[in-house]
């Protein structure tokens, strides 16, 4: 006799793969066999188990630096630093090879970003932006 049909929950493999885990950890969440998740998400979802991960996965890494974006945005100062940082290449003094300083926000300290970017965040604000 076959055992009855694995009802999953796709909101919850959706959330658990937006925060990056695995599908083997998954279904030992949901108490089932990794091949059955597999097997049930060609058969649902008509993709691969593999590109089906990657797409939320990929969802799930944009909500993060959405919301990155949106606290750095609302005045988190140590946030506006580290974006500063990863997205525009900004370093602190010490970390500056001075062989190569071509662009000027390369050369200002934590302190001078955080006041240029606080300035320009509250400028918009007060034109009705």
């Known amino acids: 006799m076959a055992r009855p ?7 919850k493999v959706d ?3 937006k925060a ?3 599908g083997v950890g ?3 969440i949901l108490g089932i066999s990794p091949d059955t998740l597999y097997r049930a ?12 991960s990657a797409i939320k996965k990929g969802e799930g890494k944009e909500l993060l630096r959405a919301r990155q974006f949106q606290v750095a945005m609302e005045g988190d100062k140590t946030m506006l ?4 940082k990863q997205y525009l290449l900004q370093q602190d003094k010490s970390e500056i090879d001075h062989k ?3 662009d000027s926000f390369n050369n200002i300290s934590d302190a001078e970003l955080i006041d240029r970017i606080t300035k320009l965040a509250t400028s918009g604000k007060e034109d009705g932006a």
């Open 100 to 102: 190569n300083n071509g």
């Open 5 to 11: 049909k694995a009802n999953i929950d796709w909101q």
């Open 20 to 22: 990056q885990c695995d």
């Open 26 to 28: 998954i279904a030992g």
């Open 81 to 84: 630093v580290w974006l500063g």
């Open 15 to 17: 959330n658990y793969l």
């Open 41 to 52: 998400c060609m058969e649902e979802n008509k993709i691969g188990f593999a590109d089906y």
